[in-house]
């Protein structure tokens, strides 16, 4: 008889292993006290606070030195409706003049409490005294000192209220990029030195601002103006009224928040008061 013949049952495929599960991006409550550097390090996350920030743009606003208390952050993934630095600016491109009520951004969060913002961008006058009474730092004060080579402060009369590198748990950078100037609604700003108006128009937090490029290669900022009396490309001398000061973006009273940079835009902050010094102003 012929030999019975065993059948060939094909070996089944291995199944593929599971995709491993994608970590779901965790949800942080800003406490007092933090800043973007410091949850970037507490957090490990890749990328630093510059990619936090741009994954949270949408909640944040335009200046990443702006958060507080309350405010919810994404850890590791983009928050919803949030939009790359290139990606916003296409959807809303800068003014180059003041803008129109009806333009201004809404809110990007609740209304924040004066002692929660930071310190100069967001603060009078009054209430900037009482953080460097706190703070126990010096305000410096006297009436503005032009000099020959055509350099000035910033207003005719210049009081420091809120000093550069004052410390503040609200920014970014941990510390405030500028200095403050006492300043009522209306006080006309000058133009530090000569240059060449790099930008005049409606910045976010930092409301109505002109920044201009100096000789030497450095910037000169100008913010929460009420008016703008410039326009980008427009040469101005030192001591040439730029606008008005006011109290326009992320502030809560009237001032004139100064910084001097060496590029156009925020984090490329020095001294500004040394600057002028350093142009034979004196304060």
């Known amino acids: 008889p012929a030999a019975a013949t065993a059948a060939v049952v094909p070996a089944a495929a291995p199944q593929a292993a599971p995709a491993k599960a994608k970590a779901a991006p965790k949800t942080y409550s800003v406490v007092s006290g933090d800043y973007l550097a410091k949850i970037a390090a507490e957090h490990q996350l890749k990328g630093g606070w510059q990619k936090l920030y741009q994954d949270n743009r949408s ?26 630095p290139s990606e916003a600016k296409k959807a809303a491109p800068a003014p180059r003049s003041a803008p129109k009520a009806e333009k201004k951004a809404a809110p990007k969060a609740a209304p924040k409490k004066a002692e929660q913002a930071p310190k100069g961008d967001t603060i009078s006058a009054d209430e900037s005294d009482a953080a460097q009474k706190r703070s126990g730092a010096t305000t410096q004060t006297g009436a503005s000192q032009s000099t020959g080579s055509g350099w000035t402060a910033p207003l005719d009369s210049a009081q420091v209220t809120t000093q550069y590198r004052a410390s503040g748990s609200s920014w970014s950078s941990g510390y405030h990029t500028g200095a403050d100037f006492r300043a009522a609604s209306g006080t006309p700003v000058r133009a530090i030195g000569p240059g060449t108006v790099v930008s005049a128009g409606w910045s976010g937090s930092y409301g109505n601002e002109v920044v201009i490029r100096h000789a030497d290669g450095m910037y000169s900022q100008y913010a929460h103006q009420s008016s ?46 040394a600057y002028l010094r350093q142009h034979g102003v004196s304060l």
């Open 59 to 84: 909640t944040v606003g335009e200046n990443p030195s702006l958060i507080f208390p309350g405010m919810k952050l994404t850890l590791g993934a983009k928050a919803a409706g949030s939009a790359a």
């Open 228 to 273: 703008l009396n410039v326009s980008t490309g427009q040469t101005v001398t030192g001591g040439q009224q730029i606008g008005l000061s006011g109290s326009t973006g992320n502030s809560t009273g009237p001032h004139l928040h100064f910084e001097v940079r060496t590029g156009p835009s925020y984090g490329s902050d020095v001294d500004p008061v």
